[in-house]
């Protein structure tokens, strides 16, 4: 057993710098946001095409990870699809011993715990990315987690994470209330992003997650809401 | 002792079981469902012991959820007859054993093409349009043979089915009072008691 293989270690003031800079990698992704409502829980994250060339449809950085259960995240995009493949093994795993959904802290949890055994496993890195984990515990009950590179895991009402998330959580927290309908939360990330993100449609995803299933808001509809603005 | 059949129609399956449970001489449980819903367009009868037929059908239904999530799309029929009968296959020579079950799946794919699938315990797949597992073949391949033609439209077929249940009942040694008939169409799975 070769126990000098580690390349997450403290430094002498007690930091964990490979932690500290994936964090780094996370604040220069490109942004997400979440926002619960009554009774959904809408994601919004920003694409970037790298070149007019890229079909810009088909980057999927919005992973649904359960039938009523959805993924994104600020960071390396690779890293983030292998946390979602790992994941939605987890929610079936979950499912075929004890029969019932995974709770949404479950999963959040679970996706933490990866997140951790990365910054203590030797010869592997940090995975570089935070990501928001929106579900439901139940009809009435929907949830966003957030977690990050360290390993902690939180539940949050709204959130924003990436280039310029504090940008917009500090929107976030001027224009949340309790208890949103399914538009106004919609309406609600898409100005949240629209902050931030060049305007287009090209360059927003939008994913509303209810109790009964997930559906992701065709070009048109983001169209129609970003021309709004 | 499991009894499942199924036939296809022009643009629908029909897979029906029994739904007792036995235990030595007992009959534990009269409405066992045996015929697992995979998708919003297949299913997945399963006839053999509790415990196999429970697993493997939970295994299946699981793998195929994992797939459908990792790759964004459900696996069409053919697909799915295929990885099951590989999950078979893998089994029959592995440390822990062959699944001990056989199955019919079935389902209607989303250009409204019905198919119907006859897998067993050694990794056999056949696609089929009338077929049976367990005892019920040697009592109704003969009737589904004789009352099958091609395009048969949906009061059609569940007549067959009845005729079938009415043969199972008549002859069959084991008392099988209730069925469970799954109706797969290209918009919805409904579930009947016959």
Known sequence: ?229 | MDSIFAIQGKDYVIIACDGSVGFSILKIKDLEDKITVLDDNKVLGVSGEGADRNNFSEFIHKNLNLIKYRTGNALGMNETANFIRYQYAQAIRSRSGPHNCNSILGGVDKDGTPSLFWLDYLGALQKITRGAQGYAGYFLLGLLDNQYKKDLNLEEGIEIIKKCIHEMQTRFLISQSKFIVKIVTKDEIKQILL
């Open chain 1, 1 to 229: 057993m070769s126990y000098d293989t580690a390349i997450t270690v403290f430094s002498p003031d007690g930091q964990l710098f490979q932690v500290e800079y994936a964090m780094e990698a996370v604040k220069r992704g490109l942004c997400c946001v979440g926002v619960r409502g009554k009774d959904v829980v809408v994601l919004g994250v920003e694409k970037k095409a790298t070149s007019k060339l890229q079909d810009v449809k088909t980057i999927k950085k919005i992973y649904q990870l359960d039938h009523n259960l959805c993924m994104t995240f600020s960071g390396l995009n690779a890293d983030a699809r292998i946390l979602a493949n790992q994941t939605r093994v987890e929610c079936q795993s979950y499912k075929l011993n004890y029969e019932d959904d995974p709770t949404v802290d479950y999963i959040a949890k679970y996706t933490s715990q990866t997140q951790q055994k990365y910054t203590q496993k030797g010869g592997a890195r940090p995975f570089g990315i935070s990501t928001l984990i929106a579900g439901f515990d139940g009809p009435q009950k929907p949830k966003i987690f957030q977690t990050d590179p360290s390993g902690a895991c939180s539940e949050w009402k709204a959130t924003a994470l990436g280039k310029s998330g504090k940008q917009v959580k500090d929107y976030l927290e001027k224009n949340w209330k309790e208890g949103l309908s399914e538009a106004d939360a919609v309406l609600l990330t898409v100005k949240a992003l629209m902050d931030v993100v060049e305007s287009g449609n090209r360059n927003i995803e939008v994913c509303v997650v209810a109790f009964n299933g997930v559906r992701f808001l065709s070009e048109a509809e983001i169209d129609a809401l970003t021309k709004a603005q």
